[in-house]
């Protein structure tokens, strides 16, 4: 890991800590980094079951996603989608097609959009 790397993340852990926020983070390393207590259900509202057909979800986004390059971000709108089934599939294909560290993905509720940036 370079240093500006370990400095941003010292930095982001300080002010997580500020915030009064708890975190689990590990590194590449495989260094842990652990303040408070994180439940792995907090703040999910995974839905149950099945809401759409098989390959539904990504026959909507996979022409929007599938020629993005390097540097390269997209807005996908939820439309008929609910926002957490959406943004979940997204990040899945993005996974398989370029890999961990290798796209960065958000939910925007107000906008109604999941915003995904290819890395590398």
């Known amino acids: 890991m370079l240093n500006i790397q370990k400095k941003e993340i010292n ?8 915030a009064g926020a708890s975190y689990d983070i590990l590194l590449p390393d495989g ?4 303040h408070g207590s994180v439940s792995k259900t907090a703040g999910t509202n995974a839905p149950s079951g099945h809401r759409y ?17 390097p540097g390269e971000a997209v807005e996908i709108p939820f439309d ?3 926002p957490y ?8 294909h993005a996974f398989a ?9 958000s939910r925007d509720n107000e906008r109604k959009v999941v915003e ?5």
Do not use: C
């Not at 089934?85 to 899945?92: D, Q």
């Open 11 to 18: 930095r982001l852990t300080t002010l997580l800590k500020s």
């Open 97 to 105: 097609m370029w890999g961990k560290g290798n796209y960065t993905s």
């Open 31 to 34: 260094v842990r980094l652990q």
């Open 53 to 69: 057909r098989r390959g539904e979800t990504p026959a909507y986004f996979l022409p929007l996603i599938k020629d993005l390059k």
């Open 80 to 82: 008929r989608f609910h």
């Open 116 to 120: 995904l940036l290819r890395m590398q």
């Open 85 to 92: 089934t959406l943004a979940s599939n997204i990040g899945s």
